[in-house]
Structures are given as structure tokens and as C-alpha cells.
């Protein structure tokens, strides 16, 4: 079976809640000679995952631009896909199972717990 689109995901039962951490790193395709070029593919990010009791790590296009989100901000993942690649070594097959996305974005975005912007230290108003 091939399932050229990956396994689409239900994105309350098998994350339940998201939480932001950092960008992992991005991924830069390869010149023709096999050497690293300057061109970003896609960027990983780490996120907090309830239901996976983990850090779980997403994949985004490049063109998407970077997510400085504050740390713990709750976000949610636009069209989230499970899939594999498959790496043939001396014993058979190895297959690693990633998680990739359209987008990630902020769920609540008036509301977001850490957010250095709608923060006011106790007791003194906003200005």
C-alpha cells in the first residue's frame, strides 16, 4: 500500500495540546556536487505534545515564514500529516516516521500565557 499523501491526522486525539518551544533546525537542499547549498526546505520545530506526553518535532515548508512564538504559547497545527521515509542499509529497511504540516499558528492569539507583549508585572496598570 502506498499512501502518497501520508496518514492525515485527527489533531485533538493525537495531540491534544500543543505547546511552542523552539526551532530545531532547518533543512537546506543539496548542489548538484552533493555539498550543502544556501536554500532552506523546510524548517523543524519542537512543540509540546499532552497526548504524547513528549516533545514531538513538525516539519514546515520554507516558504512559511520563521515562528518566534513565546515559549509555552499554545499553537495548533494547519493540516497535519504523519509519514515516513525509508533508508535501505546493510540489514534491510530502516523507516523513520515524521510529522509534517501546512503551518503552525498561535490558538488563542489575544490569550497567550508567557507573551512577553501582554504582560504586566502585578499590580501596575498597562500602558
Same mark, same amino acid.
Given at each position: ?23 530545531? !533546525? &532547518?533543512?537546506?537542499?543539496? =548542489?548538484? +556536487?552533493? $555539498?550543502? $547549498? &544556501? ?5 523543524? /520545530? +519542537?512543540?509540546?505534545? $499532552? ?6 518535532? %513538525? $516539519?514546515?515548508?520554507? +516558504?512559511?515564514? %520563521?515562528? &518566534? /512564538?513565546? /515559549? @509555552?504559547?499554545? %499553537?495548533?497545527? %494547519? =493540516? ?6 525509508? @533508508?535501505? =542499509? /546493510? ?16 490558538? =488563542? ?9 501582554? !504582560? ?8
Amino acid at each position: 500500500m502506498r499512501l502518497a499523501n501520508g496518514i492525515v491526522l485527527d489533531k485533538e486525539k493525537t495531540f491534544g495540546t500543543l505547546k511552542f518551544s523552539a526551532l530545531r !533546525h &532547518e533543512v537546506r537542499a543539496e =548542489n548538484d +556536487d552533493g $555539498s550543502t $547549498s &544556501e536554500e532552506i526546505t523546510r524548517r523543524t /520545530y +519542537d512543540l509540546k505534545c $499532552s497526548v504524547q506526553e513528549r516533545m514531538i518535532q %513538525v $516539519s514546515i515548508p520554507a +516558504d512559511i515564514p %520563521v515562528k &518566534e /512564538y513565546p /515559549y @509555552n504559547a499554545e %499553537v495548533e497545527l %494547519v =493540516n497535519p500529516v504523519a509519514d515516513t521515509v525509508a @533508508n535501505a =542499509n /546493510y540489514r534491510g529497511v530502516v523507516v523513520d516516521w515524521y510529522i509534517k504540516a501546512d503551518d503552525i499558528v498561535l490558538k =488563542n492569539k489575544g490569550n497567550q500565557t508567557g507573551n512577553p507583549q501582554n !504582560h504586566t508585572p502585578q499590580g501596575q496598570p498597562k500602558k
